[in-house]
C-alpha cells in the first residue's frame, strides 16, 4: 500500500489548518507516484517552506525515506543537479584534467601528489617572489616533506589579488549596522600594522599574540604580522588568564594584541584583565567602543598610539617552512600542544576553501570562530585567496541578531558547530528569516546528529551541507563533503583531495570500521611540535597495512564507511575530546577539577550520545573522605572551576561518583573503561 498521511498527522507538526489542508493532496499525491528520492526532491521544491515547522519536514523526511536501508547511512536531503555539478570548481578541475569522475579525481591527486598541488598552486595562483625548483622533496620521508624547494614567499600577499574595490570584509557589532572593508583598505590597514611593528622594533621572526575576537581589525592584525615577516600566536579570548599564561610561555611571545573588554548578549566581559592575570608582554589594545575603558600598563600601548599611517610596506619574502603561526592543540598530558603553520599550510586552507566548500568569487563566507582555534585563521586564507569577502558578526551566534546578519549580508556559506545548530533549534531564533542567498552550509569541530543537520538545510530551503572534518595540525579537513555529491545528513562523501585515509580495527587490520589515519604526505600537515616530539605524537607505533609499505598517520578519530563509501563519524579514539567545537584533554580538565575543595580525584571522559551529535562531558569523581557534599554542590563547584580556569563554553553533562578510578598496573587511569561502563549503565538500552 502507497504512503499516505493524515491531516491530522499534518497539524499535529503545528501547521495552520488552512495551509495543512491545501498541502496535503500534493504531499499525498508524490507519496504516491514518486520513488522515494524523487518524492523528496518535489516536496522541497514544491511543498516545503524553510518558515513551515520543522516537525513537519521531519515527518516528509521520515516517511518518504520509511523503506530505506539504514545500512546506507542516512537518506539523501539534497541532490546537485547536471548544472550545480557542472558549476562547480570540482567540475572545472575535472575538466582541465579531462577526469571522468570524483572518485577517479580522488584517485589522482593522491597518486599524483606533487603535480596535484603544483595544478592548484597555479589554480589558486599563489604568489612567489622567488619560484620554487620543486614542489615536494622526500628524501628525507614522507614525514618530513620539504615543500617548494628553493622557494621564497610571503603568503599574505596571495591574500590581496581580488580587485580592490571589491569587498573584502563585511562585519556588524552587536546592537549595530552593516559595514564593509574592501580589499583596498584591508590591505592599507594591513599594511600600516606592518610598518608599525618594525617602528616599535619588532622584527622578522618575532612571535606575536592575537587574543581578542575575529573582528576587521584582528583580520589586519593578523595579516600585518605575518606581512612583517612575524609569527602570529593564536590565543582564544575565552580562555582564562592562567591559560593564556601558558600559551604565552609556550611560544615565547613578546607582545600580544587584545582590547579592553568583549560585548556579548549585552554584557562587557572584562578582556584587558585577563591579559594582565596572564603577567602579558607588551599588550597593544584596542577599544571594543569609540574608546578605551581601562587605564594601560606602563609598557602598553593603545591602538592609536601603535598605528602607523604609513600605507605602503613591501611583504617580507621568507623560507617556506618559516612559521606564519603558532595555535594550539590539545595532547593527553594536560599541556596543549602548539602547532606550527608554516607559510604553506594555508595552501592547503585556500584548496579546501576552493574545491570542498567551492568558494567562488565574490562569495560571502561566515563562520561564527575565533584566531584562537584554527578555523579562525582558515577564515581568513579560504575566503580572501578565493577573492571572496569575509562576514564577521560580533556579537553571540546564537542569538537571532545573527540570524539577520546572515540575512542582510547575504551570506552564500555559513559555516557551523553543531551544537550552535541545536540551540537554534531548540530556541526556535531563526525561524522565519531570509536565509535564501546559502549556498552551502558548513559543520565542523564535533558530531553533528542527522536531526539537527535536517534542521540546518530546512532554514535555507535545503541547501548542501559540507561536513569538514580535520584539525589544527592538518591545516584544514582530511575527511569531507562536496557539492558534486548528494548530500545526506552527519554523513561524509570523501577523503579530502590530495590525501587518502586509512581505517584500522583494533587488530590492526584494514576495516571499514575503526579508528581513522592519515596517509602522508600532504600540503597542511605539520612535520612539528614545539613542545612535543612530533614523531612520537603522530608516527610512532602506529599500525602497518599488510603488503603494503604505506606510512600512517595518527589523528584520533574513530571513522565508519558505509556500504555506499560514504563516512560516518564514530567520536575519538584517545583522550581528546570535542567539546562545542572545541578540542581539550581528559588531562586538562582533570588538572582543573583537581583544585576543587573536597575532590581527591578526577577522570573526564567524552560520551558520545547513541543517537548522534556533540560529545558530553561525564565527570568521575573520588570525594575526599570524611569530606561532606551532596553531589549538585559539587556539580556546581566543578563547573564553576572549569568555567573560571578553563573555558566556560566546557559544560558537564553528568557527574558520577565513585569510591575509585580503574588503573592500569602503570598507575594510568583507564578512562576506557569508564566510558564502557557509562555506556552499559546508561545507554546500552536507549
Not at 236 to 245: N, P, R, T
Not at 290 to 302: I, Y
Not at 480 to 488: E, F
Not at 573 to 583: E, P, S
Request: aromatic fraction near 8%; charge should be negative; proline fraction near 6%.
Amino acid at each position: 500500500m502507497a504512503k499516505q498521511l493524515s491531516l491530522e498527522q499534518i497539524s499535529q507538526c503545528g501547521v495552520d489548518q488552512t495551509i495543512a489542508a491545501a498541502i496535503l493532496p500534493q504531499i499525498n499525491q508524490s507519496l504516491a507516484s514518486l520513488i522515494p528520492v524523487d518524492c523528496w526532491q518535489y516536496l522541497i521544491k514544491g511543498v516545503l517552506k524553510p518558515n513551515y515547522p520543522f516537525p513537519l519536514h521531519e515527518l516528509l523526511y521520515h516517511t518518504v525515506f520509511s523503506d530505506w536501508e539504514s545500512s546506507k547511512g542516512f537518506p539523501p536531503a539534497w541532490i546537485p543537479s547536471k548544472e550545480q555539478i557542472q558549476a562547480t570548481n570540482i567540475a572545472a578541475l575535472m575538466k582541465e584534467l579531462d577526469i571522468a569522475s570524483h572518485s577517479e579525481l580522488h584517485a589522482w591527486s593522491v597518486q599524483n601528489c606533487a603535480q596535484f598541488w603544483e595544478v592548484m598552486i597555479e589554480r589558486l595562483n599563489i604568489c612567489f617572489q622567488a619560484k620554487y625548483t620543486q614542489i615536494v622533496d622526500l628524501s628525507h620521508g614522507v614525514e618530513s616533506p620539504q615543500w617548494l624547494v628553493n622557494a621564497r614567499l610571503n603568503i599574505a600577499e596571495s591574500c590581496f589579488q581580488a580587485p580592490r574595490n571589491n569587498t573584502a570584509i563585511i562585519w556588524q557589532p552587536e546592537g549595530g549596522s552593516l559595514s564593509t572593508l574592501t580589499y583596498g583598505e584591508l590591505e592599507a590597514l594591513t599594511n600600516r600594522v606592518a610598518n608599525s611593528l618594525l617602528n616599535v622594533g619588532f622584527a622578522p621572526g618575532d612571535r606575536l599574540a592575537i587574543a581578542m575576537p575575529m573582528t576587521a581589525e584582528s583580520v589586519a592584525i593578523y595579516l600585518g604580522i605575518i606581512k612583517a615577516g612575524c609569527v602570529v600566536v593564536s590565543i582564544a579570548d575565552s580562555l582564562a588568564g592562567e591559560e593564556i599564561a601558558i600559551r604565552l610561555q609556550l611560544s615565547q611571545a613578546k607582545a600580544i594584541f587584545t582590547q579592553d573588554y568583549i560585548l556579548r548578549a549585552g554584557k562587557h566581559l572584562p578582556l584587558y584583565a585577563k591579559i594582565i592575570d596572564a603577567n602579558a608582554p607588551k599588550a597593544i589594545v584596542l577599544a571594543n567602543n569609540s574608546s578605551l575603558t581601562v587605564k594601560l600598563r606602563q609598557q602598553d600601548l593603545s591602538w592609536d598610539e601603535f598605528l602607523s599611517p604609513q600605507e605602503q610596506f613591501d611583504a617580507i619574502p621568507v623560507h617556506p617552512d618559516a612559521y606564519t603561526n603558532i595555535l594550539f592543540s590539545s595532547g593527553t598530558t594536560g599541556e596543549p600542544k602548539a602547532i606550527p603553520w608554516t607559510h604553506t599550510t594555508p595552501i592547503k586552507c585556500g584548496v579546501d576553501g576552493y574545491l570542498h566548500h567551492d568558494i567562488h568569487p565574490p562569495d560571502v563566507v561566515a563562520w561564527p570562530t575565533n584566531l584562537g582555534w584554527m578555523m579562525g585563521p582558515w577564515l581568513i586564507y579560504a575566503s580572501l585567496i578565493n577573492h571572496a569577502t569575509i562576514a564577521l558578526y560580533y556579537g553571540t551566534p546564537t542569538e537571532r541578531e545573527f540570524g539577520r546578519f546572515v540575512q542582510d549580508g547575504r551570506v552564500n556559506i555559513l559555516g557551523v558547530v553543531p551544537s550552535l545548530v541545536n540551540t537554534w533549534k531548540v530556541t526556535q531564533c531563526m525561524q522565519g528569516l531570509d536565509w535564501s542567498a546559502i549556498r552551502a552550509f558548513s559543520s565542523t569541530g564535533e558530531c553533528s546528529t542527522p536531526q539537527d543537520m535536517l534542521f540546518l538545510m530546512s532554514l535555507a530551503g535545503y541547501k548542501p551541507i559540507i561536513e569538514y572534518c580535520g584539525g589544527t595540525e592538518i591545516g584544514g579537513g582530511y575527511l569531507t563533503s562536496t557539492l558534486v555529491h548528494p548530500c545526506s545528513p552527519s554523513t561524509f562523501t570523501t577523503p579530502a583531495l590530495g590525501l587518502d585515509l586509512a581505517i584500522v580495527d583494533e587488530n590492526g587490520h584494514a576495516a571499514d570500521r575503526g579508528e581513522a589515519f592519515i596517509i602522508p604526505p600532504s600540503i597542511g600537515l605539520s612535520t612539528e611540535l614545539l613542545n612535543k616530539d612530533h614523531h612520537q605524537v603522530y608516527f610512532a607505533d602506529t599500525p602497518s597495512i599488510a603488503n603494503s609499505s604505506i606510512t600512517l598517520r595518527r589523528h584520533g578519530d574513530r571513522l565508519e564507511r558505509l556500504p555506499n563509501s560514504y563516512y560516518r563519524a564514530q567520536g575519538r579514539a584517545d583522550d581528546t575530546m570535542n567539546l562545542g567545537g572545541i578540542k581539550v584533554s581528559s588531562a586538562e580538565i582533570e588538572r582543573v577539577l583537581s583544585t576543587v575543595k573536597g575532590i581527591s580525584e578526577t577522570a573526564a571522559i567524552a560520551i558520545s550520545p547513541t543517537q548522534g551529535g556533540p560529545s558530553q562531558l561525564i565527570i568521575y569523581a573520588v570525594v575526599a573522605p570524611q569530606w561532606q557534599t551532596d553531589r549538585d554542590t559539587l556539580m556546581v563547584s566543578l563547573q564553576t572551576a572549569i568555567k573560571e580556569h578553563l573555558n566556560p563554553l566546557f559544560k558537564i553533562s553528568d557527574l558520577e561518583l565513585v569510591e575509585s578510578l580503574p588503573r592500569t598496573s602503570s598507575n594510568k587511569v583507564m578512562r576506557r573503561v569508564l566510558r564502557d561502563q557509562y555506556h552499559i549503565k546508561y545507554l546500552s538500552t536507549v
